[in-house]
């Protein structure tokens, strides 16, 4: 939501839709991990993993563009910009160390090969993946809130 204030224009995110995509995927991997091994249960988890992973990427990079209009940077050309440049620009912003932004390349280097592999090598190059994901998940929630969070220090107050 933005909010006026003289001629600044405020942005607060909400983040709450991040943490509930980061709580699903994290729930979804402990299920996979108690489920019998090669079960379709297991199968089950493991495709919910790989969506929610997905969705939880997307759902980060939608934050992060607002987060980068706060800093002046115009919608449009954001929407064009590819992800790895978004990425950078977080680090310039601290939003992001630059350790971070390596592994999202890795990540979305990885979610990049969703959309066309759902085989068992993929998953488990994805399985891998997730733990240290859910890490920088939730770092990233914690930024986005504590600089653009209602409440937060926010750019331009």
């Not at 006026?4 to 729930?27: E, P």
């Not at 402990?30 to 919910?48: G, H, K």
């Not at 759902?59 to 440049?85: I, N, Q, R, S």
């Not at 998940?137 to 926010?154: N, P, Q």
Request: charged content about 30%; hydrophobic content about 40%; some cysteine.
């Amino acid at each position: 939501m933005a909010k006026q204030r003289g001629a600044l224009k405020m942005l607060y995110l909400n983040i709450d839709h991040l943490r509930r995509c980061m709580q699903t995927l994290d729930s979804s991997l402990t299920l996979y991990q108690r489920a019998e091994p090669d079960s379709i249960d297991q199968e089950v988890f493991r495709n919910a993993i790989v969506k929610g992973y997905e969705l939880t990427q997307e759902t980060a990079f939608k934050l992060l563009k607002k987060a980068l209009k706060a800093y002046g940077h115009g919608g449009k050309k954001l929407e064009a910009m590819p992800v790895k440049d978004i990425l950078r620009l977080a680090a310039v912003h601290d939003l992001m160390a630059l350790p971070e932004v390596e592994r999202w390349f890795r990540y979305r280097d990885n979610r990049n090969n969703t959309a066309h592999d759902y085989g068992e090598q993929f998953a488990s190059e994805t399985l891998v993946l997730i733990p240290a994901f859910l890490q920088d998940i939730a770092t990233l929630a914690d930024v986005l809130e504590r600089k653009l969070g209602e409440g937060g220090e926010h750019v331009g107050s």
